[in-house]
Nanobody, 124 residues
């Protein structure tokens, strides 16, 4: 099973940007579809973005299109989430997740491997 470690979270003012990273180890990274999810206090975990094994296919939660960009570097075993024009409602713990499949999914239950999460706080 792959191990995942997120980084890059922090405190940012509304309108600012952050780039999250998720470093993978333990298995062949390019064999995994990757996803980003987030969970705000008192709320359910929500899908943010997903990317295919090669990086050629990406998809996003509809409400986040245009502000968030997911990418990956298989040579570095890392997936990224670029977040621009951040809003206070983007405040959450952000998790990356991996599944050993060719199919992209937006369902958290389809991802057996998860990182520990990184906190993103957007102040107004």
């Amino acid at each position: 099973q792959v191990q995942l470690v997120e980084s890059g979270g922090g405190l940012v003012q509304a309108g600012g940007s952050l780039r999250l990273s998720c470093a993978a180890s333990g298995r062949t990274f390019s064999a995994y579809v990757m996803g980003w999810f987030r969970q705000a206090p008192g709320k359910e975990r929500d899908f943010v973005a997903g990317i295919s094994r090669s990086g050629s296919n990406v998809y996003y939660a509809e409400s986040l299109k245009g502000r968030f960009t997911i990418s990956r570097d298989n040579a570095k075993n890392t997936v990224y989430l670029q977040m621009n024009s951040l809003k206070p409602e983007d405040t959450a713990v952000y998790y990356c997740a991996a599944r050993a499949s060719a199919a992209i999914s937006s369902r958290g239950t389809d991802f057996p491997s998860w990182g520990q999460g990184t906190q993103v706080t957007v102040s107004s």
